[in-house]
């Protein structure tokens, strides 16, 4: 077995460091983001509880005309439908008035969600770990401190076989073109490394959010299926809109995956959605 890359990413004790900050946005974007929090604070004034990056942004590695900003908003309330379209027009507005970035993706959840028990080793995982705070009360501060053990490993991606066959449906509803095909690429071969990094996670025993070094773990663990995972990782940075990547990814790496996870770490438990 190859050596995987040494572990890192984890405080004096341990646990998973929290990854980017606001003094690592480059340059280029800042305007981006200077936008994002005042339109965040018109659209939704007192029913904002807090709003954070996420990314390759406040990591510092996004690239200007190709990274997308990632926005995950906290209300004070369970968001409704106006709350979704609200987020949905602000995140088009950004898009439109900076060619910096390709698109603006907004997650949107009440801050009971985000603290709820369920949530505690996925979303909320993710809000103290992966996201930088931007607006508000920073919801890390009631969270646990967090280890890349199997608990986190099953709770944040133990759902692939549950997401397959609605992969398949998104396969079939698109276009049938290249263009339609990209993002689906895109987002399931992210995916798909990020599953293969957290299945050997507990194991390496750190943390990265790099898709590439993600996929060199994985190989040093599963070396008969590291070269699938590193060009996945390659298609995750720069997607192709060829059918093929789509169906192997669906009917072959996938189901594997799946079946590998859940004998490893079991299955994720239920959400309501």
Known sequence: MAEPPAPHGLDALGCIAREGSLARVPDAFRPVVASARDRLLDAFGARLHSAYLYGSVPRGTARVGRSDLDLLVALTATPGEADHETARVLGEAVDKEFDQIDGVGTLLYGRDRLLSDPERYDLGW??????TPLLG?????????????????????????????????????????????????????????????????????????????????????????????????????????????????????????????????????PRPD
């Open 137 to 269: 009360d920073d919801l890390a501060e009631y969270l646990p401190r967090y280890r890349p053990d199997s608990l986190l490993a099953r709770e944040t991606n133990g759902d692939l076989a549950v997401l397959l066959p609605r992969w398949r449906e998104r396969i079939g509803a698109a276009a049938d073109t290249e263009e339609a095909r990209r993002p689906l690429v895109r987002f399931m071969s992210r995916h798909l490394v990020r599953t293969g990094f957290t299945l050997v996670m507990p194991r390496w025993r750190g943390w990265t959010s790099d898709l590439r070094e993600m996929a060199e773990v994985f190989a040093a663990y599963h070396p008969e299926r590291a070269g699938e995972m590193r060009t996945a990782a390659e298609h995750g940075l720069e997607p192709v809109g060829d059918p093929r990547v789509l169906r192997a990814y669906t009917e072959d790496l996938g189901p594997w995956l799946a079946d590998e996870y859940a004998r490893v770490h079991g299955v994720k438990a």
């Open 126 to 131: 993710f809000v103290a770990c992966l996201c």
